[in-house]
């Protein structure tokens, strides 16, 4: 089992540490105060830890972003490039802005032609970079129990090893998965979040997924 950083200490940082720990794997979480995760990891038990978004970032083999969208290219200067180079870096993040959405309807910093994850992977082109369950809530992260079935999660990325290592981790957590492609796929695959939190806003109807039907 492959040593997983989560960076982020907000829900979606919990909720995915939570998920690779009860499948068996090593977690770090990283954060800017890592005294603010203590309780987290003393209720965790043994296989978690906490760090600095730096120290995560080199102790894990995958490294999971899971932080706020507009810090996102920050946090990467924190860890340092140096501590992902050549590393599977699952991004969950969504370019979402600092607006209230319109009849449900967010805004995104990023335009159609640029999404956030190719910025990302502009600042650090060493690493392998899947986006990966920013289409769905946390709740809904790991071992969704929907009515309909196991849901699909969309990836989209540069480097196909790093994709099979998301479709291992999607398979433990019960998603189907489908493969977008290329970091490009990503200005398509970001946008499904504005989609998914539409029901949430209008109706606070939280509790579902995207599925796709062939
Ligand atoms: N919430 C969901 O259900 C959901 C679902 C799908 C995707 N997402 C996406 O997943 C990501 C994480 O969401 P979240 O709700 O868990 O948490 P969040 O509130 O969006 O992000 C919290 C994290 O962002 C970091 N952060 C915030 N401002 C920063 C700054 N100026 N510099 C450095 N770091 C900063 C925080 O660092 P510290 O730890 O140092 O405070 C913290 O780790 C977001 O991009 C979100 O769009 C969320």
């Known amino acids: ?10 829900k979606v940082g919990e909720v995915l540490a939570g998920g690779f720990l009860k499948h068996g794997y090593e977690v770090m979480r990283g954060t800017r105060e890592p005294a603010k995760l203590a309780g987290w990891k003393s209720g965790a038990g043994t296989g978690a830890s906490v760090g600095t978004f730096a120290e995560a970032a080199r102790y894990g083999e995958i490294v999971v972003l899971a932080v706020k969208g507009g810090a996102a290219e ?21 370019p979402i802005a ?28 060493a690493a392998h970079f ?4 920013s289409c769905v809530g946390n709740a809904q992260m790991v071992n969704p129990a929907l009515p309909g079935g ?9 480097d196909s090893g790093a994709k099979a290592e998301v479709r291992t981790i999607l398979d433990q957590f ?41």
């Open 1 to 10: 089992m492959k040593r997983i950083a989560v960076l982020g200490s907000g």
């Open 74 to 94: 920050a946090v990467l200067e924190l860890c340092g490039a140096d501590t992902v180079h050549g590393k599977t870096v699952v991004d969950t993040t969504n």
């Open 98 to 125: 600092e607006k209230p959405p319109v009849h449900g309807v967010l805004s995104f910093f990023t335009t159609l032609d640029q999404s956030l994850m190719e910025r990302l992977q502009q600042c650090v082109p």
């Open 130 to 133: 899947v986006k990966a369950f």
């Open 150 to 158: 196991p849901p699909t999660m969309f990836i989209c990325g540069n």
């Open 174 to 214: 019960g998603w189907e998965t489908e493969d977008l492609g290329a970091a490009e796929a990503a200005r398509a695959i970001e946008p499904l979040c504005m989609l998914w939190c539409i029901p949430g806003f209008l109706r606070n109807d939280w509790v579902h997924a995207f599925k796709l039907l062939t």
